[in-house]
């Protein structure tokens, strides 16, 4: 994907203004910037992030993408993710509904699984398409290890703006234990014209996880920010990643962090006319760990939860039982009604969503 040139992103629609995180002064335990990503991530719970460190490993994994969907469709489906709610491996455009009334997606991708990488050569979960296998230990499981990184060091500022006792979001995202967490590189073909433009091709919702760390080179997503009854882009920046929260942080923490609904439209303007490649890491919880405000470690999160008492923070659900139901219910192959669409959704339909 190396030199491709694509039209700048369009100046006459609405975008919304996310807070430019400087990963560099993160890591260095910059107060000033502390506060900015805190604000951010409790306010919208999405955010830019530069100086991330993860340029080279970005362009390597969009080339390990575009390598993989540039295949047949007949060879990527022997690597289908399936429907029984498991999330690794490829799913085909049209494979999800992207609302209630079962509209079909517009959308392929492959989703390269944190054990799997980590694991390399040995399997943990399944195989991938050859390019996919070849490229695990030069530029896959660098990526992932990139994107650990730096969702473990803003894991570590949120334990301690939450009051958490030291190491509590560490150990709900044990290295060691199998999770969610995974790579995915996503293809939308050319949608010119405004006849699509409003069309979700990935519907709204809210993560399933802790954080993400996306990276794109044309426009689509569209965040729609609290109060708000409008979509608003968000303006792709070279080098910029766009950071949020998911549903399992929110839960975590009482409500305090935001997982905020977005969606994915056609790129506008004359970035309709080439097809969108994205990237993203998904940071998500050991599968054991149960998806619930930890009111008993934080007296921070404990006053958060008795201020919104018509809120129910306690999902009774694994972080695995809830990622694979919210997959499994997007499937079109498992949809009964519009009921199946309520099925998969996250916070975003839930009484701590509010």
Not at 106 to 115: G, Q, T
Not at 155 to 160: A, I, M, P, V
Not at 195 to 202: C, F, G, I, W
């Amino acid at each position: 994907m190396h030199g491709t040139t694509l039209p700048p992103f369009p100046t006459d629609v609405p975008t919304h203004p996310l807070l430019i995180i400087d990963f560099e002064l993160i890591k260095a335990g910059d107060y000033v910037e502390s506060e900015r990503l805190w604000e951010a991530a409790t306010t919208l719970g999405f955010w830019y992030l530069k100086n991330h460190g993860a340029d080279k490993e970005v362009e390597a994994m969009f080339d390990v993408g575009a390598e993989t969907l540039a295949l047949p469709l007949e060879e990527k489906m022997k690597f289908e993710q399936g429907d029984e709610g498991q999330s690794c491996g490829y799913k085909k455009s049209g494979a999800n509904a992207v609302d209630a009334s079962g509209q079909l997606d517009a959308v392929e991708f492959i989703n390269i699984s944190k054990d799997d990488a980590l694991a390399f050569p040995r399997v943990a979960h399944r195989t991938y398409p050859a390019p996919t296998t070849a490229a695990i230990p030069t530029a896959v499981a660098p990526f992932v290890r990139k994107g650990l990184d730096i969702s473990y060091t803003v894991l570590r500022l949120f334990n301690e703006r939450l009051g958490f006792p030291e190491g509590t979001l560490d150990r709900l995202h044990d290295l060691e234990e199998y999770s969610g967490s995974e790579v995915r590189v996503i293809r939308a073909p050319p949608m010119p014209g405004k006849v699509t433009a409003d069309r979700a091709t990935l519907g709204a919702h809210t993560d399933f996880g802790s954080l993400s760390f996306l990276h794109n080179r044309l426009g689509g997503l569209q965040v729609l920010p609290p109060g708000h009854t409008e979509w608003s882009y968000v303006k792709p920046i070279p080098g910029h990643a766009v950071c949020n929260v998911g549903d399992a942080l929110s839960l975590f923490s009482g409500g305090i962090l935001r997982s905020n609904i977005h969606r994915v439209v056609p790129p506008p303007g004359a970035q309709g006319d080439h097809e969108r490649f994205s990237l993203v890491f998904f940071t998500r919880p050991g599968n054991s760990k149960v998806l619930r405000a930890l009111v008993e470690d934080s007296p921070i999160i404990a006053e958060a939860v008795k201020n919104q008492p018509e809120k129910d923070f306690e999902t009774g659900s694994t972080a695995a039982e809830w990622f694979a139901r919210r997959v499994k219910y997007q499937r079109i192959n498992n949809r009964k009604g519009p009921e199946t669409w309520a099925a998969s959704r996250g916070t975003e339909h839930q009484p701590a969503a509010a």
